[in-house]
């Protein structure tokens, strides 16, 4: 403008997907972020220069989930704006779903049997549900058609039964007539033969398609009015918009809200980071 300053300019807020404005800056676009998120963001272990990295790295860095981030900004905006809060925003905890594809549990003496005396899990990935990781280990695993799945990854830390969680197309691939079980609930299922770089182990049975399920602090299992062991449904929308009506609810203090649905069922209902989901009782 000629002879004078030009006139202020007006400062845009950036938006989140409800349309609420968020805060300014580089924090906006760290939290600008869908509201229902997947696995493949969890908490990465980062290796420290010429060192090994998350096998020596004993717990996850104390960084909040994004999800959660979202979540508590959203639910303060709601607040200062004064505007009626959605159901979603209501949750005590934000609401995750994951895509669970093919993984193994152990026992340590499994883990010895496959990779030799004394040996110990090492984390690759932390894993939403706090102290769970991804671990560097992986086994193969052999199946009654003499198919094999190389580099099956170990979830940890171990646990106190041997388990390996197949999607259906993995199942049938290997020729297993893996039956849709709880996790934890083996009995009658198919063993296996699983290598490691130390040796052969074969299992009498472990071979199972987990069911849908949900794990839930007891603050979220009071929220949706659910005890352990029942069941709810998870509404996911988009193109291939779906609802499970069997989604086994798992309640401890150690939780966090979060859904596990396999590799099949993920493709089927086209589970992605911009899909809605909505957990009802």
């Known amino acids: 403008m000629p002879g004078g300053s030009p006139p202020p300019r007006s400062r845009r807020w950036p938006l989140g997907a409800d349309g609420l404005p968020l805060a300014a800056g580089r924090t906006a676009k760290r939290i600008c972020l869908p509201s229902y998120m997947i696995g493949i963001d969890h908490i990465q272990c980062q290796p420290p220069r010429g060192g090994r990295p998350a096998s020596m790295m004993l717990s996850p860095t104390v960084v909040p989930h994004r999800a959660e981030i979202e979540h508590a900004v959203r639910r303060l905006l709601y607040e200062r704006l004064q505007r009626p809060m959605p159901r979603a925003a ?73 388990q390996v969680e197949l999607a259906f197309t993995d199942a049938l691939a290997l020729g297993f007539e893996a039956p ?13 033969m699983l290598m490691g770089p130390a040796g052969f182990l ?41 609802t499970f009506d069997r989604v086994l609810a798992r309640v401890s203090p150690a939780f966090k809200l979060e859904v596990h649905i396999d590799t099949d069922e993920g493709n089927a209902c086209g589970l992605a980071p911009d899909v809605p989901c909505e957990l009802l009782p």
């Open 90 to 162: 209501r949750l005590p905890h934000p609401l995750v779903a994951n895509v669970s594809a093919r993984h193994c549990h152990l026992t340590p003496r499994a883990v010895a049997a496959l990779f030799g005396a004394g040996h110990e899990l090492h984390p690759q990935k932390w894993l939403y549900q706090e102290g769970q990781y991804a671990a560097e280990e992986c086994v193969t695993l052999i199946g009654p058609r003499s198919r094999v799945i190389s580099n099956l990854r170990i979830l940890g830390p171990c646990r106190d039964l041997n």
């Open 180 to 192: 849709v079980h709880n996790s934890g609930d083996i009995r009658g299922t198919p063993g296996c």
């Open 202 to 242: 074969e299992l009498p049975e472990g071979v199972i398609r987990a069911a849908p399920h949900v794990h839930l602090h007891p603050d979220d299992a009071a929220f949706y009015g659910v005890a352990s062991g029942a069941y709810l449904h998870l509404r996911v929308g988009g193109a291939c918009a779906m």
